[in-house]
């Protein structure tokens, strides 16, 4: 495939300005939602095929999230594109000044595979709404999602505006080698640094959203129970592959018994268990073997190694964890529940940032003190209180990473304004000049100058 005319086409179309209507944009996000909706039953059936997600967290995890990004940004788009009015300074009056969203251009969305319709469809809404042309390219891996949205969005869409371009990392290196106008990337920190480099050597911006070890810390006064719950749904929901699970729990060694067995009743009580329907794969033999080999069976509290055959991993929480084993040396990223203690909030902060800034991080805690200490002390993405994962279906709250999990943000009007520039313009009538400032200088307009600036 000519990649290179594709980008010409696109980038010819948005100079076009087509793009810069509101109700070209608005016309482009409902086609999308018609697509996907008439659908759904084919989307089901390929994220079913790649591995085994259930109907209901495809649901709930993807296509509800996708259709309430477009639906916000439908009722909100023409608001967001409004240019707005700031004040201006008395050395420019009467002028007037002002910031106009412009859209980025033609663009480029590169997705990774543990969600794979959302994490490459919501970044492209967000660049339509905003006025670009997108070119995606979703992760290869889970090959049946990639080949459903690659149909589905180059049978509805005019690939000047919208086109998918399946490949791995020899395509994905030829896309990165063509100049975009922004970049968007979701994937591993490594990937993320190639796709960096290669943005550089066209000056690109780049959005990338990364991983990383995304603590919990639970302190002695929590309800063990509900932390418990909530715990075990966010880090063995899609069998843990996700981006913001908790990695890792750091536990007040007051409760940490009483943690382990409330987690054990919770993980008992569940659908995530090897023989049930509902209970996602891992993707591949790859991930398989990583992944057991982070499981020292000396340290099994719940659940054990998977198996080749049927690529599941039973939910497995391990205790008597040190920093030196093998599961706390990279993102764990499968259902995988190292458990570690603390004694004193100081420490448990230490151990967080012994790793690099985490893209998420949740406290439980009923202790005023401790919660305050906890957001101010350590930099991280987002996270919650009293809970985890949530916070990303919450679309008033900007979604990305800090330091090593990544460089910018989305979700609602952030994806907006991901993919716009703000420019910047002061506009002046004739009728009337300061003449303060011209030529020739004297010790007098000085004088005046310094009053009227500072
Ligand atoms: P990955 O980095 O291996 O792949 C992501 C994308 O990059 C894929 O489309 C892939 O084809 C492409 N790619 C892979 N190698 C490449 C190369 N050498 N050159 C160019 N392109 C290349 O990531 P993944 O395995 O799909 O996802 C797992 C990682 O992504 C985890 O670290 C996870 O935390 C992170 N993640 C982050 C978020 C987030 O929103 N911040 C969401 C999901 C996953």
Redesign the pocket.
């Known amino acids: 495939m000519n990649y290179q005319k594709i980008i010409d086409q696109q980038r010819s179309f948005f100079n076009s300005n087509a793009t810069k209507d509101i109700s070209f944009r608005i016309q482009e996000l409902k086609r999308l939602k018609n697509a996907l909706k008439k659908n759904e039953a084919l989307l089901y059936e390929a994220i079913y095929k790649d591995f085994k997600k259930s109907e209901f967290e495809t649901y709930v995890t993807e296509l509800s999230i996708i259709y309430h990004e477009i639906d916000l940004a439908l009722v909100k788009v023409k608001k967001w594109a409004k240019k707005k009015k700031v004040s201006t300074s008395i050395v420019n009056l009467p002028g007037k000044s002002y910031i106009i969203p412009e859209p980025y251009g033609s663009v480029l969305v590169?997705?990774?595979?543990?969600?794979p319709y959302q994490?490459s469809i919501c970044p492209a809404i967000a660049a339509i709404a905003a006025g670009c042309t997108v070119v995606l390219?979703?992760?290869?891996?889970p090959s049946n999602t990639a080949e459903i949205m690659a149909k589905l969005i180059n049978q509805n869409f005019d690939p000047k505006i919208f086109k998918v371009i399946e490949g791995?990392?020899k395509e994905?290196?030829e896309l990165?080698s063509i100049k975009f106008d922004k970049i968007f990337f979701?994937?591993?920190?490594?990937?993320g640094k190639?796709?960096y480099q290669a943005a550089a050597k066209h000056l690109t911006p780049v959005c990338l959203?990364?991983?990383g070890k995304s603590p919990a810390i639970i302190t002695k006064d929590v309800n063990v129970d509900m932390t418990a719950k909530r715990l075990v749904w966010a880090k063995f929901l899609n069998a843990g592959q996700t981006?913001i699970a908790p990695d890792y729990v750091l536990v007040s060694s007051s409760i940490h018994d009483k943690l382990l067995a409330a987690i054990k009743k919770h993980i008992e009580k569940s659908d995530y268990k090897v023989e049930n329907q509902n209970y996602t794969q891992i993707i591949n033999t790859k991930n398989l073997d990583r992944l057991n080999d982070m499981i020292d069976p000396q340290k099994v509290f719940i659940g054990g190694k998977g198996n080749e055959q049927d690529r599941v991993i039973p939910p497995t929480v391990l205790t008597d964890v040190e920093f030196s084993d093998k599961v706390m040396q990279e993102?764990i990223?499968g259902p995988i529940l190292p458990v570690l203690t603390f004694d004193t909030i100081d420490e448990a902060i230490e151990k967080v940032k012994r790793f690099s800034k985490p893209?998420s991080c949740y406290v439980f805690t009923k202790n005023n003190s401790i919660k305050k200490k906890v957001l101010n002390e350590i930099s991280f993405g987002g996270g919650a209180v009293n809970d985890a994962v949530m916070y990303f279906t919450e679309q008033n709250l900007p979604f990305g990473?800090v330091g090593d999990s990544?460089i910018g943000n989305y979700h609602g009007k952030y994806g907006f304004e991901t993919f716009s520039h703000y420019k910047s313009v002061l506009q002046k009538p004739f009728w009337v000049e300061l003449d303060l400032k011209y030529a020739p200088y004297s010790g007098k307009k000085l004088k005046w100058l310094k009053r009227l600036i500072g």
């Open positions: 590169i997705g990774a595979w543990n969600y994490l390219k979703p992760s290869e891996i791995s990392v994905t290196t990165l979701t994937g591993s920190v490594g990937v190639i796709v959203e990364l991983g981006c993102e990223f893209l990473g990544g």
